[in-house]
């Protein structure tokens, strides 16, 4: 669990602005999704994992970022855009949460590379700001992942966690604060599932020798 009093310190990673040009266009604003830095756990012995990029509709394989209005009405900014697509800034994300829980020897993206023991794939089911809810403005984010152990292709383990939390204020800094409370809090949960679930399995696969 990640500390309290870091989590109000959640820094918006405003990349800088880049375009203004001399016919005086508004300028572009690039953002990161910024967590705490994930507490470091007991290692234990489970090889390699590759951690695939999520799978995601087209709206999250794009940079601007996605706002829906009361009337369920898609939209985009214009100037106000990711750093990077959703899906690498989350496979990043979950490398790092994922190395810092130490549930396999080596964590690393995964590019069909050979000799893995395991495979983390998944699909990313929104990352976005949904305004006009009874909260008002609030930041949403839901992802769903498997494990598959690559000597038998077996699904070892799956999991679904999914956040929705009010913004404090009508800022694109508050607004992606928000969402990165959103998408720490369900990482964290999902490594602990399958942290508890790989340890389950090891305890009927030991038993049952």
Request: charged share 20%.
């Amino acid at each position: 669990m990640s500390n309290p009093g870091y989590r109000g310190k959640l820094a918006v990673g405003v990349l800088l602005m880049l375009a203004a040009t001399a016919c005086g266009a508004p300028r572009t604003s690039f953002y990161t999704l910024q967590l705490a830095s994930p507490v470091q756990s007991a290692s234990a012995s489970r090889g390699q994992l590759g951690v695939e990029a999520p799978r995601a509709s087209h709206l999250l394989r794009q940079d601007r970022i996605v706002y829906f209005t009361q009337q369920n009405q898609l939209n985009f900014y214009q100037y106000h855009r990711w750093a990077e697509p959703p899906v690498f800034m989350v496979q990043s994300l979950l490398i790092r949460q994922l190395q810092g829980a130490r549930l396999f020897d080596h964590v690393m993206p995964y590019r069909a590379q050979k000799g893995l023991d395991y495979l983390l794939r998944g699909r990313l089911l929104a990352l976005e700001e949904v305004d006009g809810s009874a909260a008002g403005i609030t930041a949403r984010f839901g992802l769903e992942l498997e494990l598959v152990r690559q000597k038998d292709a077996e699904v070892v383990w799956t999991g679904r966690a999914s956040r929705e939390r009010p913004v404090s204020e009508k800022t694109m800094e508050a607004v992606v604060e928000a969402m990165s409370g959103c998408v720490e809090e369900s990482l964290e949960e999902l490594t602990r599932s399958m942290g508890a679930a790989l340890s389950e399995l090891e305890a009927v696969e030991g038993a049952s020798r």
